[in-house]
């Protein structure tokens, strides 16, 4: 009865994403049966008057007896989406979207830990808050479509340009491409150049990327040396709004020719080409937050909502924290 409540429910957020196009990518049922192994994924719906209002899904697994509500690997944001009856001013769009909060929370199963990153276009997690929840800001940057095309190149910082201008001369040259093992190879590179074991694997990756395809919502763009060599590669993903900069790796003895400048600089020029923001999904490393920003980018803030309801897990928490003093 359960399960095909489930799918029943699956059904119904299903048919909800195609009449809503605005829902981002990684909230897509094709996304999540794409990226959840290891556990599965669900949603909360909240309906009135035989109406959806708001959605909210989210990915579970069980670990050494625990209940996980988190990211499946390769998604950046998750989290509620909300709809607004027309002429709704400010006022009741608040006590509307706690109304609506309050119902997803409640439909959440029992979990011992939950953590979510959500869009940045989400602004208000004081339900969550009330709730219960904890936030920590996260940063993305992102290149509003509303730049031409024509002004891109003066808003990249000399460096890049210098990088990029040297890159051309050398005759590096950019191509579209659907050879995900060559993207993987060089993602594996530039792991082990920092000592990190890749974090996801060459089948969900060819998994995700034919998903993506069937939707037409992804590509992926190779940089090649004067000799023809892979010398870097990005895996760009997109919705109606954006287009997201997801995986990237460089050949590590080409990682000086700036194989990625160009690469990302023709990521850039293509989603603005098709109307759309570019957005780096940005990372807190220091070095990463600046590259992003060189090429022009504004810092976006979004939120990451967690809460952990384990007294086993909570201790666990503290204890890391004091061991890091």
């Given at each position: 009865m359960n399960k095909q409540?489930?799918?029943?429910?699956?059904?119904?957020?299903?048919?909800?994403?195609?009449?809503?196009?605005?829902?981002?990518?990684?909230?897509?049922?094709?996304?999540?049966?794409?990226?959840?192994?290891?556990?599965?994924?669900?949603?909360?719906?909240?309906?009135?008057?035989?109406?959806?209002?708001?959605?909210?899904?989210?990915?579970?697994?069980?670990?050494?007896?625990?209940?996980?509500?988190?990211?499946?690997?390769?998604?950046?944001?998750?989290?509620?989406?909300?709809?607004?009856?027309?002429?709704?001013?400010?006022?009741?769009?608040?006590?509307?979207?706690?109304?609506?909060?309050?119902?997803?929370?409640?439909?959440?199963?029992?979990?011992?830990?939950?953590?979510?990153?959500?869009?940045?276009?989400?602004?208000?997690?004081?339900?969550?808050?009330?709730?219960?929840?904890?936030?920590?800001?996260?940063?993305?940057?992102?290149?509003?479509?509303?730049?031409?095309?024509?002004?891109?190149?003066?808003?990249?910082?000399?460096?890049?340009?210098?990088?990029?201008?040297?890159a051309e001369k050398t005759g590096i040259s950019i191509i579209e491409s659907n050879d995900v093992d060559v993207l993987y190879q060089l993602i594996c590179q530039t792991f082990g150049r920092q000592g990190i074991q890749v974090p996801f694997s060459l089948a969900l990756i060819n998994k995700l990327h034919k998903a993506c395809k069937a939707n037409a919502a992804a590509k992926i763009l190779v940089a090649k040396d004067q000799s023809n060599n892979d010398i870097a590669a990005n895996l760009l993903v997109a919705d109606k709004s954006s287009v997201y900069y997801l995986l990237g790796g460089i050949r590590t003895d080409k990682k000086d020719l700036g194989g990625m400048d160009v690469v990302q600089h023709e990521s850039i020029k293509y989603a603005l080409s098709e109307g759309k923001n570019f957005d780096f999904e940005g990372s807190m490393l220091e070095g990463v937050e600046k590259y992003f920003r060189s090429f022009g980018a504004i810092q976006k803030p979004y939120f990451a909502i967690s809460k952990t309801n384990s007294r086993t897990l909570k201790a666990y928490q503290v204890a890391k924290d004091i061991l890091r003093w």
């Amino acid at each position: 009865m359960n399960k095909q409540y489930d799918m029943a429910k699956k059904e119904k957020y299903k048919e909800f994403c195609e009449e809503n196009p605005n829902i981002p990518i990684f909230s897509q049922p094709w996304w999540l049966d794409a990226v959840s192994e290891g556990g599965i994924w669900d949603v909360a719906i909240v309906e009135r008057g035989g109406q959806i209002w708001a959605t909210m899904p989210y990915y579970i697994r069980k670990r050494y007896g625990f209940t996980f509500i988190t990211m499946p690997k390769l998604t950046q944001t998750l989290g509620p989406y909300i709809k607004y009856p027309q002429g709704q001013k400010y006022y009741k769009k608040l006590s509307w979207e706690k109304e609506l909060m309050d119902e997803l929370i409640d439909q959440l199963p029992l979990f011992d830990y939950f953590y979510q990153q959500w869009n940045h276009s989400v602004n208000n997690w004081l339900p969550f808050y009330w709730r219960g929840f904890s936030q920590t800001t996260r940063y993305t940057y992102v290149i509003q479509e509303s730049i031409k095309i024509e002004d891109f190149d003066n808003l990249i910082e000399n460096d890049i340009r210098r990088r990029k201008r040297k890159a051309e001369k050398t005759g590096i040259s950019i191509i579209e491409s659907n050879d995900v093992d060559v993207l993987y190879q060089l993602i594996c590179q530039t792991f082990g150049r920092q000592g990190i074991q890749v974090p996801f694997s060459l089948a969900l990756i060819n998994k995700l990327h034919k998903a993506c395809k069937a939707n037409a919502a992804a590509k992926i763009l190779v940089a090649k040396d004067q000799s023809n060599n892979d010398i870097a590669a990005n895996l760009l993903v997109a919705d109606k709004s954006s287009v997201y900069y997801l995986l990237g790796g460089i050949r590590t003895d080409k990682k000086d020719l700036g194989g990625m400048d160009v690469v990302q600089h023709e990521s850039i020029k293509y989603a603005l080409s098709e109307g759309k923001n570019f957005d780096f999904e940005g990372s807190m490393l220091e070095g990463v937050e600046k590259y992003f920003r060189s090429f022009g980018a504004i810092q976006k803030p979004y939120f990451a909502i967690s809460k952990t309801n384990s007294r086993t897990l909570k201790a666990y928490q503290v204890a890391k924290d004091i061991l890091r003093w």
